[in-house]
Antibody, heavy 119, light 110 residues
Framework: EVQLVQSGAEVKKPGESLKISCKGS????????ISWVRQMPGKGLEWMGRIDPSDSYTYSSPSFQGHVSISADKSISTAYLQWSSLEASDTAMYYC????????????WGQGTLVTVSS | QSALTQPASVSGSPGQSITISCTGT?????????VSWYQQHPGKAPKLMIY???KRPSGVSNRFSGSKSGNTASLTISGLQAEDEADYYC??????????FGGGTKLTAL
């Protein structure tokens, strides 16, 4: 059974750093890209970017470039989303998702990680 | 990339059919037959319902169907059921390994 299990909810202060994780199982982790998707409170889904776990090549949406970084450790089948300096506007639910064949749709999703940034 | 355009809300009575539209541009929906649709119930992760415009993943009811004409894709739900009440998002491949979502549509089963 394909599963993506994300790390737990986080509460941080503005300016702090954070790294959340997404562990894949039930499939060959290096065969499929992993995307990250943001959902701000009461809002829609936004595609942030993706990583190819086989070589760690990443591509980020222009809207998120420079503010977050995506990485992966294929030895433990885990992808990461990282901030060096959080802002209050980063408060959101973050989902990881596996990109299906040819990377054109998201076929399996993690349960989401809620990040709250507040002073 | 701009978000794809969806109606904010649609509604229908049980048993009826409803259609949700998703309008993009010639850079995404219009060029690629790579539109997908996701269902999201409150407090839950999204679920893939349709991919590559009209294909259904295993386990998804055949009451859900997709189509595309020009820059607009559509999701049709036939025989509406109470459990279909959720938010629905379209998504298109937009080239260079990128994806773009629609703003989402809240479906209410009256």
């Amino acid at each position: 059974e394909v599963q993506l299990v994300q790390s737990g909810a986080e509460v941080k202060k503005p300016g702090e750093s954070l790294k959340i994780s997404c562990k894949g199982s039930g499939y060959n982790f290096t065969t499929y890209w992993i995307s990250w998707v943001r959902q701000m409170p009461g809002k829609g889904l936004e595609w942030m970017g993706r990583i190819d776990p086989s070589d760690s090549y990443t591509y980020s949406s222009p809207s998120f470039q420079g503010h977050v970084s995506i990485s992966a450790d294929k030895s433990i089948s885990t992808a990461y989303l990282q901030w060096s300096s959080l802002e209050a506007s980063d408060t959101a639910m973050y989902y990881c998702a596996r990109q299906g064949a040819a990377g054109t749709f998201l076929d399996y999703w993690g349960q989401g990680t809620l990040v709250t940034v507040s002073s | 990339q701009s978000a794809l355009t969806q109606p904010a809300s649609v509604s229908g009575s049980p048993g009826q059919s409803i259609t949700i539209s998703c309008t993009g541009t010639s850079s995404d929906v219009g060029t690629y037959n790579l539109v997908s649709w996701y269902q999201q119930h409150p407090g839950k992760a999204p679920k893939l319902m349709i991919y590559e415009v009209s294909k259904r993943p295993s386990g998804v009811s055949n009451r859900f169907s997709g189509s595309k004409s020009g820059n607009t894709a559509s999701l049709t739900i036939s025989g509406l059921q109470a459990e279909d009440e959720a938010d629905y998002y379209c998504c298109s491949y937009a080239g260079s390994s990128t994806l773009v979502f629609g703003g989402g549509t809240k479906l209410t089963a009256l």
